[in-house]
C-alpha cells in the first residue's frame, strides 16, 4: 500500500441515510396531516458521521461499512465523497437495503427514530480494514450488527493494540437484551469505550453514570466515558474521575451529538492530548453539532473549534 492507502483514524460500522424532519409542533394524530420546515436526506451512521466530523476538524480519516444495493447506497456514497473523506471502505451488499432512519423532531422533546437494520446487520469483524489506519480505531455501532462477532472483534482490537493503535468503541443498543456478554470479550482490549447513559443503563442495569463506568472499567476497558446529554459526561480512566458540565450553546438537532463528541475525542487522542484536554475537545465538537440539523452540518472546523475554545470553558471537576 502506498502512503495515501493509510489513514490516521479508521472509522468503522454502521452507515445510515436518514430522513430528518425539522422541528414540528407536535406529534400527529392518526390520519392528520403536520408540516415542517424541511425534511432532509442526510447522511448518518456512527462510522459516516465520526470520519465526517474527523475530516472537517481536519483530520485525515477513512470510513468502513456495508451498503446495499438500493439507490441510497450511491446517495451515502456520494456524500461521503462531497465531504472530503480521505478514504472509503463501502461494501456492497446485495439482496438487502442500505440502513434507514427517520427521524422526527418535535419541539420541547427528545427524537423518535423509526430504523431499519439493513446492510449493517451484514458487516462483520473481517470487514474491518485495520492495516489502513496509523493511529485510531474506531468502532461505532457495535451491539446493533448482529453478524459482528464479539470474539472475532475482541481478536482484532487486540491485533490493533498490538500494532500499537488506539481502540475506540461505541455502542447503540436497540432497547432491552443482553448486551453484558457481547461487551465481555472486547472491552479488555478497548482503550476509549463512550456509551451514553441510557445505553449504559440498558447494558447494565444500573441507574448511576459512576456505576455504569465503574463496572465497564472492571471488565477491562482503560478509560470510559458516559455522555449525558445535556447533562455532561463522566469520565473514568487514567486521569481518574473527571465530570464536565456541557457548552452552552442554541440547541436546534441533537441528532449525531454523540458521534460528534467521538470525533472531538478522538481528534484530541491523535494530536496527543491528556484525557482532560480530549474530553473538552469532544464537548466542544458535540456542542456545535446540536446548532443545526443533521448529523454532521454543524459541526466546527479545525479553525471554528480553536476560536470557540478560545472565548469559551468548559467546567470540570475532578473526584
Same mark, same amino acid.
Do not use: W
Given at each position: 500500500?502506498?502512503e495515501?492507502?493509510?489513514?490516521?483514524?479508521?472509522?468503522?460500522?454502521?452507515?445510515?441515510?436518514?430522513?430528518?424532519?425539522?422541528?414540528?409542533?407536535?406529534?400527529?394524530?392518526s390520519?392528520e396531516?403536520i408540516?415542517?420546515?424541511?425534511?432532509?436526506?442526510?447522511m448518518?451512521?456512527?462510522?459516516?458521521?465520526?470520519?465526517?466530523?474527523?475530516?472537517?476538524?481536519?483530520?485525515?480519516?477513512?470510513?468502513?461499512?456495508?451498503?446495499?444495493?438500493?439507490?441510497f447506497?450511491?446517495?451515502?456514497?456520494?456524500?461521503?465523497?462531497?465531504?472530503?473523506v480521505?478514504g472509503?471502505?463501502?461494501i456492497?451488499?446485495?439482496?438487502?437495503?442500505?440502513?434507514?432512519?427517520?427521524i422526527?423532531?418535535v419541539?420541547?422533546?427528545?427524537?423518535?427514530?423509526?430504523?431499519?437494520?439493513?446492510?449493517?446487520?451484514?458487516?462483520?469483524?473481517?470487514?474491518?480494514?485495520?492495516?489502513?489506519?496509523?493511529k485510531?480505531?474506531?468502532?461505532?455501532g457495535?451491539?446493533?450488527? @448482529?453478524?459482528?462477532?464479539p470474539?472475532?472483534?475482541?481478536?482484532?482490537?487486540a491485533?490493533?493494540?498490538?500494532?500499537?493503535?488506539?481502540?475506540?468503541?461505541?455502542?447503540?443498543?436497540?432497547?432491552?437484551?443482553?448486551?453484558?456478554?457481547?461487551?465481555?470479550?472486547?472491552?479488555?482490549?478497548?482503550d476509549?469505550?463512550?456509551?451514553?447513559?441510557?445505553?449504559?443503563?440498558?447494558?447494565?442495569?444500573?441507574?448511576?453514570?459512576?456505576?455504569?463506568? +465503574?463496572?465497564?472499567?472492571?471488565?477491562?476497558?482503560?478509560?470510559?466515558?458516559i455522555?449525558?446529554?445535556?447533562?455532561?459526561?463522566?469520565?473514568?480512566?487514567?486521569?481518574?474521575?473527571?465530570?464536565?458540565?456541557?457548552?452552552? +450553546?442554541?440547541?436546534?438537532?441533537?441528532?449525531?451529538?454523540?458521534?460528534?463528541?467521538?470525533?472531538?475525542?478522538?481528534?484530541?487522542?491523535?494530536? @496527543?492530548?491528556?484525557?482532560?484536554?480530549?474530553?473538552?475537545?469532544?464537548?466542544?465538537v458535540?456542542?456545535?453539532?446540536v446548532?443545526a +440539523?443533521?448529523?454532521?452540518?454543524?459541526?466546527f472546523?479545525?479553525?471554528?473549534?480553536?476560536?470557540?475554545?478560545?472565548?469559551?470553558?468548559?467546567? +470540570?471537576?475532578?473526584?
Amino acid at each position: 500500500m502506498t502512503e495515501s492507502s493509510y489513514h490516521d483514524v479508521v472509522c468503522a460500522g454502521i452507515l445510515v441515510a436518514d430522513h430528518v424532519s425539522t422541528p414540528i409542533d407536535h406529534m400527529p394524530a392518526s390520519g392528520e396531516l403536520i408540516l415542517a420546515d424541511r425534511l432532509a436526506l442526510t447522511m448518518g451512521g456512527c462510522a459516516a458521521n465520526v470520519a465526517v466530523n474527523l475530516t472537517k476538524l481536519g483530520a485525515d480519516a477513512m470510513v468502513s461499512g456495508r451498503v446495499g444495493d438500493d439507490l441510497f447506497a450511491g446517495v451515502l456514497e456520494r456524500m461521503i465523497r462531497d465531504a472530503g473523506v480521505a478514504g472509503t471502505n463501502l461494501i456492497a451488499t446485495s439482496g438487502i437495503d442500505t440502513s434507514q432512519t427517520l427521524i422526527v423532531n418535535v419541539k420541547g422533546e427528545d427524537r423518535r427514530f423509526i430504523h431499519t437494520f439493513g446492510a449493517n446487520s451484514r458487516y462483520i469483524a473481517a470487514d474491518i480494514p485495520i492495516a489502513r489506519t496509523k493511529k485510531v480505531l474506531y468502532l461505532g455501532g457495535y451491539l446493533l450488527m @448482529g453478524a459482528l462477532d464479539p470474539l472475532e472483534t475482541a481478536e482484532l482490537f487486540a491485533e490493533a493494540q498490538k500494532k500499537g493503535l488506539k481502540t475506540v468503541l461505541d455502542v447503540v443498543t436497540p432497547g432491552p437484551a443482553e448486551y453484558l456478554e457481547k461487551l465481555k470479550p472486547v472491552l479488555p482490549f478497548t482503550d476509549v469505550f463512550m456509551p451514553n447513559d441510557h445505553e449504559a443503563g440498558l447494558i447494565t442495569g444500573l441507574s448511576s453514570p459512576l456505576e455504569q463506568a +465503574i463496572l465497564f472499567r472492571h471488565m477491562g476497558a482503560k478509560t470510559v466515558l458516559i455522555t449525558m446529554g445535556d447533562r455532561g459526561t463522566l469520565l473514568l480512566g487514567q486521569e481518574g474521575h473527571l465530570e464536565a458540565d456541557t457548552f452552552k +450553546i442554541e440547541y436546534v438537532d441533537g441528532t449525531g451529538g454523540g458521534d460528534a463528541f467521538a470525533a472531538g475525542y478522538i481528534f484530541g487522542i491523535i494530536g @496527543g492530548k491528556s484525557e482532560r484536554e480530549c474530553l473538552i475537545l469532544g464537548s466542544a465538537v458535540g456542542a456545535s453539532c446540536v446548532r443545526a +440539523i443533521g448529523t454532521t452540518t454543524g459541526v466546527f472546523s479545525g479553525t471554528e473549534l480553536r476560536d470557540f475554545l478560545s472565548k469559551n470553558t468548559l467546567t +470540570i471537576r475532578q473526584h
